[in-house]
T-cell receptor, first 114, second 108 residues
Framework: EAGVTQFPSHSVIEKGQTVTLRCDPI?????LYWYRRVMGKEIKFLLH????????ESGMPNNRFLAERTGGTYSTLKVQPAELEDSGVYFC????????????FGQGTRLTVV | KNEVEQSPQNLTAQEGEFITINCSYS?????LHWLQQHPGGGIVSLFM???GKKKHGRLIATINIQEKHSSLHITASHPRDSAVYIC??????????FGEGTQLTVNP
């Protein structure tokens, strides 16, 4: 089966611009997670979708970040306007329905805000 | 202080050596994951544990729930094992909380 795919793999944008990251989970995986690794720090949770619903968005840093999962398939994470501290690697993961199911990760999107 | 602590942060070994990476966590968990990330690559799940021990090839993962501790062992290490190894736990919900990772370098 195809894995979790993310694009773009890299994005370099200027401060104040908008960027949209996309994640295509594994087919049939109701759970979709966004995580972020900022330089030198551990990976941190951003939010969790179950199908199209936001189950937990407690990790979203501020209202410049907007995540959607229309139709419960792929998800987008938009940063508008981007700030320098948003630079990092954004990972998406998906898992089958249920709480304690194995998570499969995408390759990540490396975002650089200059 | 992070809820998940890994040690060591960096580890350099010679090919063939036995390697141990440790992970300690501070609260009760429902599951613990060991993940691998190669340079420039995505994250690959190695193990998901809730008790005992699991083995896959040269990799062994153990967990002691009472002591809130897990170890990842690599036997007969090889340069291709060089990567960042990350411990992550489920604290109750389904999201993961991550350690900072251990950078492993295996020299030929």
């Amino acid at each position: 089966e195809a894995g979790v795919t993310q694009f773009p793999s890299h994005s370099v944008i200027e401060k104040g611009q908008t960027v949209t990251l996309r994640c295509d989970p594994i087919s049939g995986h109701d759970n979709l997670y966004w995580y972020r690794r900022v330089m030198g720090k551990e990976i941190k949770f951003l939010l969790h979708f179950v199908k199209e619903s936001k189950q937990d968005e407690s990790g979203m840093p501020n209202n410049r970040f907007l995540a959607e999962r229309t139709g419960g398939t792929y998800s987008t994470l938009k940063v508008q306007p981007a700030e320098l501290e948003d630079s990092g690697v954004y990972f998406c993961a998906s898992s089958r329905p249920g709480l304690n199911t194995e998570a499969f990760f995408g390759q990540g999107t490396r975002l650089t805000v200059v | 202080k992070n809820e998940v602590e890994q040690s060591p942060q960096n580890l350099t070994a010679q090919e063939g050596e036995f390697i141990t990476i440790n992970c300690s966590y501070s609260v009760g968990i429902s599951a613990l994951h060991w993940l691998q990330q190669h340079p420039g690559g995505g994250i690959v799940s190695l193990f998901m544990l809730s008790s005992g021990k699991k083995k896959h090839g040269r990799l062994i993962a153990t967990i002691n729930i009472q002591e809130k501790h897990s170890s990842l062992h690599i036997t007969a290490s090889h340069p291709r094992d060089s990567a960042v190894y990350i411990c992550a736990v489920r604290l109750g919900g389904s999201r993961l909380t991550f350690g900072e990772g251990t950078q492993l370098t295996v020299n030929p």
